[in-house]
């Protein structure tokens, strides 16, 4: 697990994505955007259940298909700890039935492989929005 951390009030978000120069793209993108936000990454579902259980970031962003843990069994663990954690879920998988999944679980947002940057940062520009809401 590697992290950039920035002591600010502003949220951390979690990156979990099995590959691993995606992992680290999609953390370059995010930080050079949104420069006060501590970023932790993890290799799968396990790991990042793990991390979560360590820093509780109010932000993950995830992929699906992952080794030892997919990331629809992760997030019903992260929202089971933590029920108002954000989750932007990323995939290559266009699969109708995996709405329905999301849905149950609580998902806040839903991007397509390949992300779109543009996406990824009004997805994680909401929910921010949404968690300074929730502080007031």
């Known amino acids: 697990m590697k992290s950039m951390q920035n002591p600010t009030n502003a949220p951390?978000?979690?990156?979990?994505?099995?590959?691993?120069?995606?992992?680290?793209?999609?953390?370059?993108?995010?930080?050079?955007?949104?420069?006060?936000?501590?970023?932790?990454?993890?290799?799968?579902g396990r790991a990042g259940v793990e991390v979560f259980k360590q820093h509780s970031p109010e932000?993950?962003?995830?992929?699906?298909?992952?080794?030892?843990?997919?990331?629809?069994?992760?997030?019903?663990?992260?929202?089971s700890l933590k029920n108002d954690?954000?989750?932007?879920?990323?995939?290559?998988?266009?699969?109708p039935g995996y709405v329905d999944k999301f849905a149950q679980i609580g998902v806040d947002d839903y991007l397509s492989k390949p992300v779109e940057f543009v996406?990824?940062?009004?997805?994680?520009?909401?929910c921010i929005d949404e968690i300074m809401l929730e502080r007031k």
């Open 12 to 44: 951390s978000i979690m990156i979990v994505e099995d590959d691993k120069v995606a992992c680290e793209l999609l953390a370059t993108v995010i930080r050079r955007r949104f420069p006060r936000i501590t970023t932790y990454l993890a290799e799968n």
């Open 59 to 79: 932000i993950v962003i995830t992929d699906i298909n992952m080794p030892e843990m997919d990331g629809i069994e992760m997030a019903g663990r992260i929202k």
């Open 85 to 95: 954690t954000k989750l932007i879920v990323i995939t290559a998988y266009s699969n």
């Open 119 to 126: 996406k990824l940062f009004q997805a994680v520009e909401k």
